[in-house]
C-alpha cells in the first residue's frame, strides 16, 4: 500500500471539507460520530497551534484523518482518528496510528467512540491498553421528572452573552480542577461554542448565591445532521462551585436543565460521565439515566 501522510498545523479549506465529509461518512455507517467537539472546532476554527492534524489518502481521495492535540504534558498528548468506511481493512488506520505513535514518543492517549472492535484491535496491535472508559447515558424524557428544589439563598437566572464569560470560566476552572479537558478552557473556547449554530442562551442556567456564582447547568440540542440520530437533548456540563459542594446544588441544576429539554419537546436527553466518577453516576442514576454507550480511551501502561 502506498498511503501517503501529511502532517499540517492547520489544513487549508479543501482539505477541511474533506475531512467534514469523511467525518459525516463515518457517522452514518458507525451511528456514532468519531470526532469529539473540541477536535470538530479545531477543525472548523483552528485552536492550539501545537495540535497537529495528519491525512492519510488513497490515491487522490481520503483515507483517513488523525488529530494530535498536546492537551495534557504529563499524561500524553490526546488523539481522535478515523478511517473512511469504504477505505477500511487496508492498514490506512495502521499508517496513521504509527505516525501518531512516532510524533508523540509511543505515548499518545487515543479516544475510540462508541468501543468498536476494530479499534480495540488496532490498539492493541500497538501494545495500548484501555485506561479510561466515559459513559453516554440516556434518559427518557417523557417519564416524570423531580421538582428541581434549589438551596435555600441560591437563585437561579440564565445566561447572558457578553456579561457572564468570566464568572462562568473562573467556576468552571474551579470546579473542573482536576478534568485537563473540561477545566483549561479560555475565553476563545466559550466564545467558539457561543459561535454556534446549536448555543441557545435559554438553555444555559446560571445558579448565584447573592451576586457570586455557584454553579451552573448548560443544555445542548443536537441531531441527525451532526450526531447520526433525531435530535437530543444533552446535559452538556454540570458545574458546581467547590465552596458549595454537598448543598444538592448539583441535583436541581441537572433537573432545572431537564425540565428546560422537555419544554422544548425532546424526548430523550443524554450526557457524558466517567466511569470513575462513581458518585456522578449514582447521581444520575438516581435521576432515571442508564448507561447507553461508551467511548474508550487506549494508551501503554508499562
Known amino acids: 500500500m502506498n498511503a501517503r501522510v501529511k502532517v499540517s498545523a492547520r489544513?487549508?479549506?479543501?482539505?477541511?471539507?474533506?475531512?467534514?465529509?469523511?467525518?459525516?461518512?463515518?457517522?452514518?455507517?458507525?451511528?456514532?460520530?468519531p470526532l469529539n467537539e473540541h477536535v470538530m472546532l479545531h477543525l472548523r476554527y483552528g485552536g492550539d497551534p501545537q495540535a497537529r492534524s495528519l491525512l492519510v489518502r488513497d490515491g487522490a481521495d481520503i483515507a483517513g484523518y488523525a488529530h494530535v492535540d498536546p492537551t495534557d504534558e504529563v499524561e500524553g498528548p490526546s488523539v481522535e482518528l478515523v478511517v473512511h468506511p469504504?477505505?477500511?481493512?487496508?492498514?490506512?488506520?495502521?499508517?496513521?496510528?504509527r505516525e501518531v505513535m512516532d510524533m508523540t514518543?509511543?505515548?499518545?492517549?487515543?479516544?475510540?467512540?462508541?468501543?468498536?472492535?476494530?479499534?480495540?484491535?488496532?490498539?492493541a496491535?500497538?501494545?495500548?491498553?484501555?485506561?479510561?472508559?466515559?459513559?453516554?447515558?440516556?434518559r427518557p424524557l417523557e417519564e416524570p421528572l423531580p421538582a428541581h428544589t434549589l438551596p435555600e439563598g441560591v437563585e437561579l437566572r440564565t445566561f447572558v452573552p457578553g456579561q457572564d464569560e468570566e464568572q462562568w470560566l473562573k467556576v468552571n476552572a474551579a470546579a473542573f480542577a482536576h478534568h485537563p479537558?473540561?477545566?483549561?478552557?479560555?475565553?476563545?473556547?466559550?466564545?467558539?461554542?457561543?459561535?454556534?449554530?446549536?448555543?441557545?442562551?435559554?438553555?444555559?442556567?446560571?445558579?448565584?448565591?447573592?451576586?457570586?456564582?455557584?454553579g451552573f447547568h448548560w443544555t445542548k440540542i443536537h441531531g441527525s445532521s451532526e450526531h447520526g440520530h433525531e435530535p437530543l437533548g444533552e446535559v452538556?456540563?454540570?458545574?458546581?462551585?467547590?465552596?458549595?459542594?454537598?448543598?444538592?446544588?448539583?441535583?436541581?441544576?441537572?433537573?432545572?436543565?431537564?425540565?428546560?429539554?422537555r419544554e422544548r419537546g425532546l424526548v430523550h436527553a443524554m450526557l457524558y460521565v466517567d466511569e470513575a466518577n462513581v458518585a456522578a453516576i449514582r447521581l444520575y442514576e438516581s435521576l432515571g439515566f442508564t448507561r447507553w454507550d461508551v467511548d474508550v480511551?487506549?494508551?501503554?501502561t508499562g
Open 11 to 33: 489544513l487549508d479549506d479543501q482539505e477541511i471539507a474533506e475531512v467534514l465529509g469523511l467525518v459525516e461518512a463515518a457517522t452514518q455507517a458507525d451511528g456514532v460520530r
Open 86 to 97: 469504504e477505505r477500511r481493512r487496508r492498514g490506512h488506520g495502521t499508517r496513521l496510528l
Open 105 to 123: 514518543g509511543g505515548r499518545p492517549r487515543v479516544w475510540a467512540h462508541g468501543d468498536h472492535e476494530g479499534a480495540a484491535a488496532l490498539a
Open 125 to 138: 496491535s500497538f501494545g495500548l491498553d484501555r485506561v479510561r472508559s466515559l459513559w453516554q447515558m440516556r
Open 181 to 214: 479537558e473540561q477545566g483549561a478552557w479560555t475565553v476563545d473556547d466559550l466564545l467558539r461554542r457561543e459561535s454556534e449554530p446549536w448555543f441557545d442562551p435559554e438553555g444555559f442556567f446560571l445558579a448565584f448565591r447573592g451576586d457570586r456564582l455557584a
Open 236 to 261: 452538556y456540563v454540570v458545574g458546581v462551585d467547590p465552596s458549595q459542594q454537598g448543598t444538592g446544588l448539583g441535583r436541581a441544576l441537572t433537573l432545572a436543565g431537564l425540565a428546560h429539554l
Open 297 to 300: 480511551m487506549y494508551a501503554r
